[in-house]
């Protein structure tokens, strides 16, 4: 990938991660930016990336690259019904009247975005060292990490382009991507959403991938 190229790539083979220069910097990461914006942004999209090494494709390459399937029978089953799961959650999605996003299309960027972001949250708590961050603009550092998460994926396009995507591309569209929150629990206590109301999913429908 060029440096000017905004994007991020798991190559299994090299049992790689990589992430060009243009993704380093806003909307997805400042270092001079509060440590909530950055685990929320790019924190999220390296735990995507980190994801893909343990998804339905990273399973059949181990620690070296080798092309050998690590998983057992257990865990793949449970990796199975977390992604149906989450399938039909995306197929609910209605992107242009009539037209709603392919669940199975896009799980593997789904599975990545959920775990992704989970990782990213647990890491963010992590690194405050079990103290709560001080609040920045009225919003407490819970509430900072999810506007970042969702900024990072602030999409405009055209409805003909929008109809492309949903049919052939591998990812959801990023107003759908910003909707991973929902699969989240502290989603919920960030902002107190409740029942009723759109991000709002019932703990049952909650997808926990790991
Ligand atoms: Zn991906």
């Given at each position: 990938m060029p440096p000017q190229l905004v994007n991020a790539v798991n190559l299994p083979v090299q049992n790689a991660l990589n992430f060009p220069a243009?993704?380093?910097?806003?909307p997805f990461f400042?270092?001079?930016?509060d440590p909530a914006f950055n685990y929320g942004a790019i924190g999220s999209v390296i735990g995507h990336e980190i994801s893909h090494s343990f998804d339905n494709n990273g399973a059949l390459f181990d620690s070296t690259g080798a092309l050998r399937n690590w998983w057992t029978p257990a865990d793949f089953k449970r990796f199975q019904q977390a992604g149906d799961a989450l399938a039909a959650q995306y197929d609910?999605?209605?992107?242009?009247?009539g037209l709603h996003l392919n669940g199975k299309l896009t799980l593997g960027e789904n599975i990545a975005d959920v775990a992704g972001l989970a990782a990213a949250y647990d890491a963010y708590k992590h690194s405050l060292g079990g103290k709560e961050a001080q609040a920045i603009d009225g919003y407490s550092g819970d509430q900072r990490f999810f506007i970042a998460y969702a900024q990072a994926w602030a999409t405009k396009m055209r409805d003909e382009q929008l109809r492309q995507r949903v049919l052939t591309d591998g990812h959801a569209p990023g107003q759908f991507r910003?909707?991973?929150?929902?699969?989240?629990?502290p989603w919920y206590t960030a902002f107190d959403v409740k029942e009723g109301e759109k991000l709002y999913l019932a703990p049952d429908k909650r997808v926990k991938v790991w």
């Open positions: 243009a993704i380093l910097q806003r400042d270092p001079k930016a609910e999605y209605e992107a242009l009247p910003a909707l991973t929150v929902r699969n989240l629990d």
